[in-house]
């Protein structure tokens, strides 16, 4: 039988026990979100941007001399090197314009060869009075138009052997070619019809449009390396990724700039330069290249994930210690490391949630798990 002081220790004893049921009760019924606090690393802002990959050089071949096309002498489509013989005209014609004007050149040769024995031989006898000098000022006249004859065949000789060397169409550069787009015995007209086309492929130039606000920033960056944005790009370095996902990004460099901007657009075009010994890349390829473009600098980073939205304002949910949510108004950056820069909002110090947006809202209580986050978002992917 108990005693008239045991009853108020079982009542109070009964009181916090069921007191610690019913707080253990509520915890259960909790939302439960996954939380954690942001990476806060040193990073180097980039800037994406879509441009298209073109040759360095890009020549259309056309035929220096008309005629018929006699020989085409590649594979459409082949690799060609520079002096490789690609496409011959019609050569019977110019052999004998070449044949002609050697002949003429003979000929002019031996007049000369006589006109300077007439000359000399009238200069002997206009020194003894037998000749005039009238007639030796003849003589010196003929040998003079002799000369400069010789000089005018010798010149029709090279013209024609330059045109017959024209006659042998070759490669002015290293590189891929088109297929041809003339086949043989049509009519090539001279300096004016398109036989193929070669674009040289290593190294390969990747063209995009910059607009005002970072062209100035990557200017900058470039003077404090110690150069201009046109004279080298200040080496700034450019990552391209393109469409085929097996393809790791391809590493170059800035190296040009245009002269001014664009008036329309208010964007300039600038140009880097891509080592391409296996010819992956191609001209006309689109790619998405990623530049640098900040010095380096000390960021809050957080997922995607845990970003929401509030109208038109970005917000986070941060949890306090007692497991109240509440929202946070930032600021968004470029993503960086498989995070989001938070430009402003946040100091690096709060925990916030990552998973499970949907239980939390604001004024409310959860029940977080802490985890925390990789210095990249790839080496969680890879852990998973």
Do not use: C
């Amino acid at each position: 039988m108990f005693s008239k002081w045991h009853l108020p220790m079982i009542v109070g004893a009964s009181i916090s026990f069921f007191s610690a049921a019913n707080v253990a009760a509520q915890d259960a019924q909790l939302p439960t979100v996954t939380a954690a606090k942001p990476v806060v690393r040193d990073v180097i802002d980039s800037d994406e941007f879509i441009g298209r990959f073109e040759a360095v050089d890009e020549v259309a071949i056309r035929a220096r001399v008309g005629g018929y096309l006699d020989e085409v002498n590649f594979t459409d489509g082949a690799l060609v090197k520079k002096g490789d013989k690609l496409f011959v005209i019609d050569q019977r014609p110019y052999r004998t314009a070449l044949s002609q004007a050697e002949a003429t050149l003979e000929s002019a040769r031996s007049s000369l060869a006589f006109a300077e024995t007439q000359f000399k031989r009238t200069e002997s006898l206009t020194g003894t009075g037998t000749l005039s000098v009238s007639t030796l000022d003849d003589h010196r006249r003929e040998l003079l138009s002799a000369q400069a004859s010789v000089r005018g065949a010798e010149a029709a000789v090279e013209r024609a052997k330059l045109d017959l060397d024209y006659t042998t169409i070759t490669a002015p550069l290293s590189g891929r070619v088109d297929r041809r787009l003339i086949s043989t015995g049509n009519l090539v007209q001279a300096d004016q019809t398109v036989l193929t086309t070669i674009v040289s492929l290593d190294p390969i130039d990747f063209y995009f449009d910059v607009d005002e606000r970072r062209l100035l920033s990557y200017a900058r960056v470039a003077r404090e390396r110690g150069s201009a944005l046109q004279e080298g790009g200040g080496s700034l370095e450019v990552m391209v990724t393109i469409a085929d996902a097996n393809e790791a990004p391809f590493k170059g460099k800035l190296d040009f700039a245009e002269n001014r901007l664009d008036q329309a657009s208010g964007t300039m075009r600038v140009r880097a330069r891509f080592d391409n010994p296996d010819y992956i890349l191609q001209p006309g390829l689109f790619g998405r290249a990623e530049l640098e473009g900040s010095n380096t600098y000390k960021a809050v980073l957080i997922p995607d994930e845990a970003i929401g939205a509030d109208q038109n304002e970005r917000i986070v949910y941060e949890v306090r210690e007692d497991g109240t949510v509440v929202t946070k108004p930032v600021r968004l950056g470029p993503k960086l490391h498989g995070y989001r820069v938070i430009r402003s909002g946040m100091t690096g110090d709060e925990i916030i949630v990552v998973n499970g947006l949907m239980r939390a809202r604001p004024g409310t209580k959860v029940k977080p798990e802490i985890v925390e986050l990789p210095p990249e978002a790839q080496a969680a992917e890879t852990a998973q």
